[in-house]
């Protein structure tokens, strides 16, 4: 079983910053591949809506970033802790939201699997 740990939502004003961590663990699994790592957030009666994510592959993976942050978000991957951060600035009443972290692992037991964090939110006042 792979366990999301999620971190750093909170009230802040608009044009403010807040930076989210999502880390990914497995304890008992052995040996664990993140294969993709992604925020997605949603809002009070609206669809769950991609904000950005990273994709293994290459060399270092790859990122992409959803239309609504576009510009004003930025993710970084540390590997070494499957961790991944999500930068967000010039924060809007808009963003506010559940913001939560997926990932596609990859584990013995269980083979490739998509697990999803509980959710930390975001609060922006105007």
């Known amino acids: 079983q792979v366990h999301l740990e999620e971190s750093g939502g909170g009230l802040v004003q608009s044009g403010g910053s807040l930076r989210l961590s999502c880390a990914a663990s497995?304890?008992?699994?052995?040996?664990?591949?993140?294969?993709?790592m992604e925020w997605y957030r949603q809002a009070p009666g609206k669809a769950r809506d991609f904000v950005a994510g990273w994709t293994s592959g290459g060399w270092g993976g790859s990122f992409k970033y959803g239309d609504s942050m576009k510009g004003r978000v930025t993710i970084s991957k540390e590997g070494a802790q499957n961790a991944m951060y999500l930068q967000m600035n010039s924060l809007k009443p808009e963003d506010t939201a559940v913001y939560f972290c997926?990932?596609?692992?990859?584990?013995?037991?269980?083979?490739?699997?998509?697990?999803w964090g509980q959710g930390t939110q975001v609060t922006v006042s105007s």
């Open positions: 997926h990932t596609n692992a990859y584990t013995p037991a269980s083979g490739s699997v998509d697990y």
């Open positions: 497995a304890p008992s699994a052995g040996m664990l591949v993140i294969n993709i």
